[in-house]
């Protein structure tokens, strides 16, 4: 039986989950990158961030290519990048809509206070 569109969205967002996930998939937006980049540009554990790899790797978001003893990992699709700068222009407004909604709230509680 296959599965419901929905839940494999579901699936697809849960990958994204992880700090470390995404971070790999922005730097990877640069181009390939050998694993020993990767580990010297975010902050985790070379066992955490294979962890990590093997699920983006199982999901098909990354590919990884071996170059003699070297893995280098590239993002599998340029749509993930654009994923990931819709994220940006998504949270973008959200925090702008919070900082007007927060400006509405300290006027409103100014007004208040004289009233």
Do not use: C, W
């Not at 419901?4 to 971070?23: D, N, S, V």
């Not at 093997?54 to 590239?74: C, D, K, P, S, W």
């Amino acid at each position: 039986m296959a599965v419901p569109l929905y839940q494999a969205k579901a699936e697809f967002f849960r990958t994204l989950g992880h700090p470390a996930r995404i971070r790999v998939l922005e730097l990877l937006q640069d181009g390939p990158m050998p694993v020993r980049q990767l580990l010297a540009s975010i902050d985790i554990e070379a066992s955490s961030l294979s962890q990590q790899l093997a699920v983006l790797r199982r999901t098909n978001m990354v590919t990884a290519t071996r170059e003699g003893n070297t893995v280098v990992y590239a993002l599998a699709t340029p749509d993930v990048a654009e994923l990931l700068l819709a994220a940006r222009r998504i949270l973008g407004e959200m925090i702008t809509d919070q900082r007007q909604l927060l400006a509405e709230l300290r006027t409103g509680a100014t007004q208040g206070a004289r009233a």
